[in-house]
């Protein structure tokens, strides 16, 4: 796992509990990089499993509403470092159709060695899109935060279904349906 994906979680968890939960974090999680992460750098994502996990029993949220939370962080990231690749888009439906021919292209040019979740397109309208999300990881509550700030990005409103194809959340649909 990409070494940013642990920079910024690590900082949204200084942001919003302090240095001194961070440390704490690190100490319970029992990591073999003992915390030390490069943005650039390659982790296991045991690590960041034990960080979330560790998390939840702090703030005694779920790891789903933490990856939300998270999600909505990294996107100010992505804002902030890759403002050129949303500003190709005017449309939050054209670009979430985008991530696998566009979007994931760009970040592997970044970050060669990442491992990206798949989004399959099924079906895309004007209104309407209907993809799966497949990702060892399970990571699709990170996916669903992401979509939601997309549309608010663009200043529009959207209903996002969300349904398990596999229990375990390795393969989700998205039925996302533009409002207004």
């Known amino acids: 796992m990409k070494g940013i994906l642990f920079t910024e979680f690590l900082q949204l968890v200084e942001d919003k509990?302090?240095?001194?939960?961070?440390?704490?974090?690190?100490?319970?999680?029992?990591?073999?990089?003992d915390g030390a992460y490069t943005a650039v750098g390659r982790y296991e994502?045991?690590?960041?499993?034990?960080?979330?996990?560790?998390?939840?029993?702090?703030?005694?949220?779920?790891?789903?509403?933490?990856?939300?939370?998270?999600a909505e962080h990294f996107f100010i990231v992505l804002k902030r470092d890759y403002l050129h690749i949303l500003e190709k888009y005017t449309d939050?439906?054209?670009?979430?159709?985008?991530?696998?021919?566009?979007?994931?292209?760009?970040?592997?040019?970044?970050?060669?060695?990442?491992?990206?979740?798949?989004?399959?397109?099924i079906e895309k309208t004007d209104t309407n899109l209907i993809m799966i999300y497949s990702?060892?990881?399970?990571?699709?509550?990170?996916?669903?935060?992401?979509?939601?700030?997309?549309?608010?990005y663009f200043n529009a409103n959207a209903t996002i279904e969300m349904e398990?194809?596999?229990?375990?959340?390795?393969?989700v649909k998205f039925v996302i349906t533009k409002n207004g």
Not at 164 to 171: A, F, H, L, Q, R
Request: glycine share 6%; aromatic share 10%; net charge negative.
């Open 45 to 70: 994502f045991s690590e960041m499993l034990s960080l979330l996990h560790n998390l939840s029993q702090y703030t005694k949220l779920s790891i789903d509403d933490l990856l939300l939370a998270y």
């Open 135 to 152: 990702s060892s990881k399970a990571m699709y509550s990170f996916g669903l935060g992401l979509m939601h700030k997309t549309f608010e």
């Open 17 to 33: 509990y302090g240095l001194a939960v961070v440390d704490e974090l690190i100490q319970k999680s029992e990591l073999s990089t």
């Open 92 to 121: 939050p439906l054209e670009m979430l159709s985008s991530i696998e021919g566009h979007i994931h292209v760009e970040v592997l040019k970044i970050y060669p060695d990442a491992d990206l979740p798949k989004f399959q397109i």
């Open 164 to 171: 398990k194809i596999k229990d375990d959340g390795t393969e």
